[in-house]
């Protein structure tokens, strides 16, 4: 079998398609850690953690900031189905940066009763959102 010169890449949540394109390259933050993948790649299915995903066409390379699901890699195609996928274009900054300031607080005075998993998976969500939207500014 030739190894196919491109991959489709799918990322959906249960709301939309955030991403249907061909591309060259993805970089996927699994949850056993990052992992990259080529036209041609053996298949895989991996769970996602909170991260920044992405993928190159040519010379340009876009950003999604993902959150919890799965990736299913072929030889052809990666699909991701997540429960929040979000473009670099699409992320409402002042918003990421209301909610950072929200996590860190609970972060920072913690109560009894107080959820620290959920507190800190907050943090991590809105500063991946941030690094996310601050690359759209870089390249823009």
């Known amino acids: 079998m030739a190894i196919p010169d491109h991959l489709t890449l799918e990322i959906v949540?249960?709301?939309?398609?955030?991403?249907s394109e061909q591309v060259d390259?993805?970089?996927?933050?699994?949850?056993?850690?990052?992992?990259?993948?080529l036209?041609?790649?053996?298949?895989?299915l991996a769970m996602l953690?909170?991260?920044?995903?992405?993928?190159r066409r040519g010379d340009e390379t876009s950003y999604v900031a993902v959150s919890f699901g799965f990736a299913e890699v072929q030889p052809d195609r990666?699909?991701?189905?997540?429960?929040?996928?979000?473009?670099?274009?699409?992320?409402d900054v002042t918003r990421a940066?209301?909610?950072?300031g929200r996590a860190q607080g609970r972060l920072d005075q913690p109560v009894?009763?107080?959820?620290?998993?959920?507190?800190?998976?907050?943090?991590?969500?809105?500063?991946t959102r941030l690094?996310?939207?601050g690359r759209a500014r870089i390249r823009g």
């Open 13 to 19: 949540t249960p709301e939309r398609a955030v991403v």
């Open 25 to 37: 390259e993805v970089l996927v933050p699994g949850a056993e850690g990052s992992f990259g993948v």
């Open 39 to 44: 036209p041609g790649h053996t298949p895989l």
């Open 49 to 55: 953690q909170v991260g920044e995903l992405w993928y």
């Open 78 to 91: 990666v699909t991701v189905l997540a429960q929040i996928a979000e473009t670099a274009e699409d992320i």
């Open 97 to 100: 940066e209301e909610a950072q």
């Open 112 to 127: 009894v009763d107080m959820d620290f998993e959920r507190a800190r998976l907050a943090l991590l969500k809105s500063l």
């Open 131 to 133: 690094q996310v939207a």
